[in-house]
């Protein structure tokens, strides 16, 4: 089973930019939709991101204009490039396939935009 490990998080003040990674195990990276996905305090998970084939991306309307994903499958690395980051950004960040079946997720990124 393919696994991923989430980094790039910290604090930073809204405005802000930061860059989340996401390295997969295995060879199989590069056939997968993936996502990534965030989880604020109290709420359910939701989709932030996903990326298809090698570049078709959607964004959540959230993030969308501010958040910009991509991967290299040489890598076997996707990135969440995020700007403009604002107080409800503030969540852990995971990455995984889309869709998924919600039976793995790894341990995630946190991000937290405060000042």
Sequence with gaps: QVQFVESGGGLVQPGGSLRLSCAASGSMFSIYSMGWYRQA???QRELV?????GSISDYAD????????SRDNAKNTMYL?????KPEDTAVYYCNKFPNSGAYWGQGTQVTVSS
């Design 41 to 43: 305090p109290g709420k």
């Design 49 to 53: 991101a996903r990326i298809r084939g």
């Design 62 to 69: 959230s993030v969308k204009g501010r958040f910009i994903i």
């Design 81 to 85: 490039q995020m700007n403009s980051l």
